[in-house]
């Protein structure tokens, strides 16, 4: 299995950002799908996660109202759109897959991670 995340980048407080994720090497259709992020000095910090073949998803409170998680299923792909971003948005975001469901948090049940990407938010 392998993930290639990008769309990472600098912007400023209240900008908009879009990763995406590609999956392959697998049959993901019964994979859940997400990203976590790790922040300068912090540990890796669960943000959201969908299942490929369903719509339902789940976030970290943090994220909640601001951050949307969205599939294409067809594309093994998945999208987190980021709005309203704030400086402690910032840190390497990174893209996980796993078989079974999304609400799990723990980085040591997700066995699998693509590189990272660099989300920097600047106040």
């Known amino acids: 299995v392998q993930l290639q995340a990008s769309g990472g980048g600098l912007v400023q407080t209240g900008d908009s950002l879009r990763l995406s994720c590609v999956a392959s090497g697998g049959d993901f259709s019964s994979y859940a799908m997400g990203w976590f992020r790790q922040a300068p000095g912090k540990e890796r910090q669960f943000v959201t996660a969908?299942?490929?073949?369903?719509?339902?998803?789940d976030y970290a409170d943090s994220v909640k109202g601001r951050f949307t998680i969205s599939r294409n299923s067809a594309k093994n792909t998945v999208y987190l759109q980021m709005n309203s971003l704030k400086p402690e948005d910032t840190g390497v975001y990174y893209c996980?897959?796993?078989?079974?469901?999304?609400?799990?948090?723990?980085?040591?049940?997700?066995?699998?991670w693509g590189q990272g990407t660099q989300v920097t938010v600047s106040s």
């Open positions: 969908m299942k490929l073949s369903r719509g339902s998803a």
């Open positions: 996980v897959a796993r078989t079974g469901g999304v609400a799990d948090g723990r980085v040591q049940n997700w066995p699998y």
